[in-house]
């Protein structure tokens, strides 16, 4: 973001700050185990968020017999988007529209997943990606410089070309059968000034004030 702020806009001193992200405490409870393989795309219903090619990779697994679920965070009534992708994909069981979910249901999720499928063409971070990695859970990511970013030095990560539906329906076989080859992290801190608070953030901005 920070090379397109500057390509847009003739700036020279943008501030990279990471979001701050809290996650409930669930070391004394057991991960529950999931049957059958469940994967996880918690986003709401808009076209850069790439659910055809993931629904069109579901479909070949589902119609090779697979067994697996694919839970995703909308039911069909948010938009005139999301009421196409629930008919047009009605034909398959795999896929479960659960609807919005409030935060407390979404950390469940996380619990009761195996896999967090991340097929976005265009995010400012991509929050899932994180949270994903605090249940240390597999990913599988779009191939896009936001997604290097947010994995960070993660190792249980795959990056896909989201248009390439083999491509993916091939990590989502492997994953199901576990065992996915998981790609060698590829970020480097960015350059300052950056932070990675928002405490930090509003630290820097008041010193720059004085």
């Not at 700050?17 to 219903?45: G, H, S």
């Not at 808009?46 to 070949?60: G, M, Q, V």
Request: glycine share 2%; hydrophobic share 40%; charged share 25%.
């Amino acid at each position: 973001m920070r090379t397109e702020f500057e390509k847009a806009f003739k700036l020279s001193n943008v501030v990279v700050a990471y979001p701050n992200v809290i996650v409930p405490d669930f070391k004394e409870e057991t991960k529950e185990a999931v049957q059958p393989f469940r994967f996880l795309y918690p986003a709401l219903p808009r076209t850069s968020k790439n659910f055809e090619l993931l629904f069109d990779a579901a479909r070949i697994l589902y119609r090779k017999s697979y067994k697996f679920e694919l839970i995703v965070t909308f039911d069909g009534t948010e938009n005139l988007y999301a009421t196409r992708l629930k008919q047009e994909y009605s034909d398959l069981p795999c896929i479960c529209f659960i609807g919005v979910q409030e935060r407390e249901n979404v950390w469940a999720l996380y619990r009761k997943s195996n896999c967090l499928v991340f097929p976005s063409k265009m995010e400012t971070w991509g929050l899932p990606i994180t949270e994903a990695k605090f249940f240390d859970l597999p990913i599988l990511v779009a191939d896009c410089r936001y997604a290097y970013e947010t994995v960070n030095t993660y190792e249980k990560a795959c990056f896909f070309d989201t248009t390439d539906v083999n491509s993916l329906s091939a990590l989502m076989l492997k994953a199901i059968k576990g065992n996915l080859d998981f790609h060698k992290p590829m970020f480097k801190e960015p350059n300052q000034p950056f932070v990675q608070s928002w405490h930090q953030l509003y630290q820097l901005i008041l010193k720059d004030e004085k």
